[in-house]
């Protein structure tokens, strides 16, 4: 069964620019997660969608979106690149809410 | 809401050496407890979980974890490390029922001396 896939795996942008990040959950899975990991401060909680509607949303500003499509992949876009973007984000996805979660590898975005 | 704390940015340790990795959480309500192991350049994967029941939990690779109600604390433990244990450590937080956000701490690195 193959693991939870998030492309692309690094990701160079400049201030002001939007990029898309993309998440396929394992098989079966109908929960997705996404977390901003940054240095020192570990993982902070964007949002969770689960069958294509989202159920919970961190403390993040607008400019972070995401969305869940019928086959559980899940896209989360940020606009207006800020230099304090630049982070680890990562995809978990699990069967139901409250269950063990399976990570992605992540995406590295760098804000220049 | 609830929350985690992780005193611990860094524990070095001998390897063959215990360890204790510290995690509090604050929540007014139940919760489920997890721990969570990031091995360079990789996601994280489950060590091991509290749902209910014994308040000793095992885990995978040898590590286990205490839940104590009262401290409300739940540390991670093992009696004797290895190098491969050398990795980024999560203790994490969910509440009980219905679509609950899981928050984790900030992350305890262990590093294992040869």
């Known amino acids: 069964k193959a693991g939870v896939t998030q492309t692309p795996r690094y990701l160079i942008k400049t201030r002001g620019q939007q990029v898309t990040l993309s998440c396929s959950p394992i098989s079966g899975h109908r929960s997705v997660s996404w977390y901003q990991q940054t240095p020192g401060q570990g993982l902070q909680f964007l949002f969770e969608y689960f069958s294509e509607t989202q159920r919970n949303k961190g403390n993040f500003p607008g400019r972070f979106s995401g969305r869940q499509f019928s086959n559980s992949r899940s896209e989360m876009n940020v606009s207006t690149l800020e230099l304090g973007d630049s982070a680890l984000y990562l995809c978990?996805?699990?069967?139901?809410?409250?269950?063990?979660?399976?990570f992605g590898s992540g995406t590295q975005l760098s804000v220049l | 809401a609830q929350s985690v704390t992780q005193l611990d940015s860094q524990v070095p340790v001998f390897e063959e050496a215990p360890v204790e990795l510290r995690c509090n959480y604050s929540s007014s309500v139940s919760v489920y407890l997890f721990w969570y192991v990031q091995y360079p350049n990789q996601g994280l994967q489950l060590l091991l979980k509290?749902?209910?029941?014994?308040?000793l939990v095992k885990g995978i690779n040898g590590f286990e974890a205490e839940f104590n109600k009262s401290q409300t604390s739940f540390h991670l433990r093992k009696p004797s490390v290895h190098i491969s244990d050398t990795a980024e450590y999560f203790c994490?937080?969910?509440?009980?029922?219905?679509?609950?956000?899981?928050?984790f701490g900030t992350g305890t690195k262990l590093q294992v001396i040869p």
């Open positions: 509290y749902l209910s029941g014994s308040t």
């Open positions: 994490a937080v969910s509440l009980l029922g219905g679509y609950q956000k899981v928050t």
């Open positions: 978990a996805s699990s069967l139901t809410f409250n269950e063990k979660l399976f």
